[in-house]
């Protein structure tokens, strides 16, 4: 047995902005709570978190790790996550591996974009937060005015725990405490502020505290925790990662006041598929059947592969025979571990409410679901909401016969990093990555580098798509007569455009198209009609503008003639996507384009450069905000064609000072001298029919 049960673990996710701190937090944690003797630092290269080897080569964190400190009584784990908004996918996966999560803000530079889209990830998650703003210790930084903006900006419900003190150099908690010295505000005000909050949570605690009565500081916890899983309270808490200051007073608080794995919100587990599927209420009980979810894998040339799991009902240890989701075979996990960075721990066993891990298991994949009861067979997490990679490159490997490693490290990346893709392209046939941006894919290249495999790469392609802006019907005959048994199929049939509220679109998670059959008396026989959708499907995928996949289409098959010797699959398949092509052409056929939101961080004097500068590359702005310490922000959308090289670009405009960050928004039309030059260059390989 551990020396903890479920109740006493805290699971922790530190996210925000790149630079914020999260990682000298981590470490400071596991050195403050004494569970490490010596302090970590990412900038050092001695990071318990920071690890591998990419990671020590750019000073910043690249991966999610997972760690734990000890303090109070307490384990407290603590998934320290990559700040870049092209890494914001490796955050997003671990959500279900937490009760919390901790907002990290860099007191110097504010708000930004990631600590906002951690805060959206979150609360869609129904995930209860908390925020920490560190730096406490940085030169002319306004605190009171962080906080004020922090309010407005995520709601009033943020409300401090503690205040900084000393300028900075240490805080004072303020829900124990009703007395101290801080920098501004005043002990007893949030002390009152947050008092009143909590005992909405319990009747019999308010009634007392209107009548007077001081509350047992004591028995605080339950009535903290509820406020924190209504999303009633937000408790914000000051650090200095650096100097130590706040860190003590954050594990305290973690420890005392945040949710346990028995309590917060859970995580939205179904089971069953289709129709049939519904919210699977799992129990955290020790006793219960297994049920952990795989939030992480990694794969190491040494290690090997590392699975990395969330323990939500009954235990697992080595001896367990396990079965992954639907597999009817078990298998013995072996040993299980507990992680500290790169260090794990063979653990006696991994109970409910803690993240343990598991080597060497190839059948591991991430977002599966291990357990040891057939009953849970379909029990799977309800599907994360992750940002559409949409950066692409081309690349091709410099040796001859690399192409085979390509695919299969390609592939092994993209079982890893839920916000990768990547595809051969069938005109070019070029190996096509797709992230989320520049440096993403620079990463992936020097992972590819690292493992010994170097490529060519070409200007980055846009992903476009094509649709239709018209109703229109079609036609096609084929015939085919030569020698002996002979080919025929003709087909008749209307495509229009999706509505806009249609459940088929692409942009409402459909598969961007509805192939309706209105065939009246057998015209088609029934057993042709699948040939016909296929040779539809056969078109989708190449597009009649420039040879991009096809989309927001409905198809209705109205009528066609058969032979009763002659009639093939083969045939009604070439008469069913020629039908389709001859339609979709005089559809007044489109070219759609991706366009993104940009949040642009300048010195303010730069901003007119970039709001000019964005106005012509087509880009509309949609509002600027001046920022603490003399920066601004310019929010706008513009086409990603216009703004592939952005990284570049903003460099040389502000000196290396400016950062953005920019993620899909939506596919519109691009302007018609831009789809004419688009389609001049496509050479469509001649019909064979
Ligand atoms: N003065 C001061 N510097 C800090 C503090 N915390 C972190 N730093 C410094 O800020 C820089 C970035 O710190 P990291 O811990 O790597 O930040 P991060 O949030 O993990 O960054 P990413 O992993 O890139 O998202 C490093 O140079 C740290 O030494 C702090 O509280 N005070
Ligand atoms: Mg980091």
Known sequence: MPAYTTADIRNILLAGHGGCGKTSLADAMLFESKTIGHKGSPATGNSTSDFEKEEKEHKHSIYSSVLHADHAGKRINIIDTPGSPDLVGAAIACLPAVETVAIVINAAS??????????????????????????IDSPEINLESLVEKIRQTFGGECLPVNLPAK?????????????????????????????DS??????NLMEKYLGGEEPDYNALHAPFEKAMDEGHVVPILFTDAKSGAGVVELLDAIAKHFPSPEEGNPEPFMIGEGENEKRYNYNNDVRAPLLAHVFKVTSDPFVGKLAIFRVHQGRVTGQSQ?????????????????LQGKDHKEAPEIIAGDIGAVAKIEDIHPNDVLHDDHALDSVHLQALNYPTPMYGLAI??????????LSGLLTKIAEEDPTFKWHTDRQTHEVVINGLGELHLRLILEKLANRGLHVDTKPPKIAYRETIQQKADGHHRHKKQTGGAGQFGEVFLRVEPLESDSPHRKSKGGSGL?????????TIPG???PAVEKGIHDLIDQGVVAGYPLQDVRVAITDGKHHPVDSKEVAFRTAGKLAFKDAVLKAKPVLLEPIVNMEVT???????TITGDLSGKRGRIQGTDILPGGMAQVKAQAPLSEVMQYQSQLKSVTGGQGSFAMELSHYDPVPPQVQQQIAAQYKPKAEEE
């Open 322 to 338: 396990i079965f992954i989701g639907h597999n009817k075979k078990s298998i013995k996990l072996g040993h299980v571990f507990h």
């Open 602 to 608: 300048v010195p303010e004097d730069k901003m007119g």
């Open 514 to 522: 509805e192939i309706v059959n209105e065939v009246f008396g057998g």
């Open 396 to 405: 091709t490997p410099k040796a001859r016969g690399d192409e085979q490693k």
């Open 527 to 529: 057993q042709f009609i």
């Open 198 to 203: 909590i005992v909405e949570m319990d009747e």
């Open 167 to 195: 300028g900075g150099k240490a805080v004072v908690e303020c829900l124990l405490n009703t007395e101290g010295e801080a920098d501004f505000d005043t002990v007893r005000r949030c002390h009152a502020a947050m008092l």
């Open 110 to 135: 504010g708000i930004e974009v990631v600590s906002r889209r951690i805060w959206d990830a979150a609360k869609a998650q129904n995930l209860p937060r908390a925020i920490i703003i560190n730096k």
